[in-house]
């Protein structure tokens, strides 16, 4: 890249999206505290106040490898797989996981609930509650990811090598540090997974099947989409599903009077609390 003023060849950035730098950041100093505590904290009611800490960022984290998944942060492979061993570590869904899921599943199918990878009506018709939903879909995730790999064969190698990579090294924390290993990453790893499956409960159950303007709950609280890079903005994310994070919020607004107004929700708890 040549500025046009000076004449130097700058090099391109890493990132594909600059604005990822202070989330990548964030994501980076969060994974450096784990390591320094799970490495130098051998008091077990410091690790735990560090563990207990730390699951609510592991949740919002987990929106961010959402979006890393749809569009990934840097334009090198060796740096998505980097960073994806982190979230891995972080939010227990590894590279490709979701990419097979629910790029290549569910969001072909969301509109179709008996083909639905993360159907939330049952094949008697019912409305799962809300339970049994998040369970199920944790439960039966990975599975399904790699039975989606057998029509996208590149993304499901990348997938099963890092479910591998990553099954390495949670061992290699358990044989180190036992106690630390499950408390600041095992526990958290799975909080974080559970709370995933049971956010897309809450976008999209009860939604309408016909009509995509209404097939997914919006949330505009300020706070919320600070914090999960606009997953709020549920409805523009799935009608442009490759659309970068940053750019929701003025897809939303080109669309939102097309939304009805049962498709409107506030976050829940604790994002209630914070300020609108």
């Known amino acids: 890249m040549q500025n046009a003023q000076t004449g130097i060849r700058r090099r391109p950035s890493i990132f594909r999206f600059e604005v990822d730098r202070l989330p990548v950041l964030v994501f980076a100093l969060l994974f450096v505290l784990d390591l320094a505590v799970f490495a130098l904290v051998s008091s077990w009611p410091w690790v735990i106040a560090w ?12 929106a961010w490898n959402h979006h890393h998944q749809h569009v990934p942060f840097f ?14 570590l972080q939010t227990g869904a590894v590279a490709n996981v979701w990419v097979l899921h629910h790029n290549f599943g569910h969001h072909d199918h969301y509109m179709d609930q008996q083909k639905d990878e993360a159907a939330w009506r049952a094949s008697d018709g019912r409305v799962y509650s809300a339970n049994e939903y998040t369970w199920k879909l944790a439960a039966t995730g990975y599975y399904c990811a ?17 479910t591998l990579v990553h099954v390495a090294l949670v061992a290699a924390l358990l044989v180190i540090n036992p106690f630390n290993a499950v408390a600041i990453f095992i526990i958290p790893m799975l909080i974080s997974f559970v709370m995933t499956c049971r956010h897309t409960y809450d976008h999209h159950a009860g939604c ?13 609280h300020r706070w919320y989409n600070i914090l999960t890079g606009n997953l709020g903005y549920h409805t523009a994310h799935h009608l442009r599903p490759g659309l970068h994070w ?3 919020p ?25 300020p609108e």
């Open 208 to 220: 309408s099947e016909d009509d995509e303007y209404a097939a997914s709950n919006n949330i505009t």
């Open 246 to 248: 940053s750019k929701l």
């Open 75 to 88: 334009r090198s492979d060796i740096c998505n797989r980097l960073i994806e061993v982190v979230f891995g």
């Open 51 to 62: 563990a207990v800490l730390s699951v609510p960022s592991k949740v919002c984290i987990a």
């Open 146 to 162: 790699f039975k989606n790999g057998a029509a996208h064969p590149g993304f499901r190698r990348t997938f099963v090598i890092m």
């Open 250 to 274: 003025e897809f939303h607004a080109r669309i939102a009077d097309k939304i009805p107004a049962q498709n409107y929700r506030g976050p829940g708890l604790p994002m209630s609390l914070l």
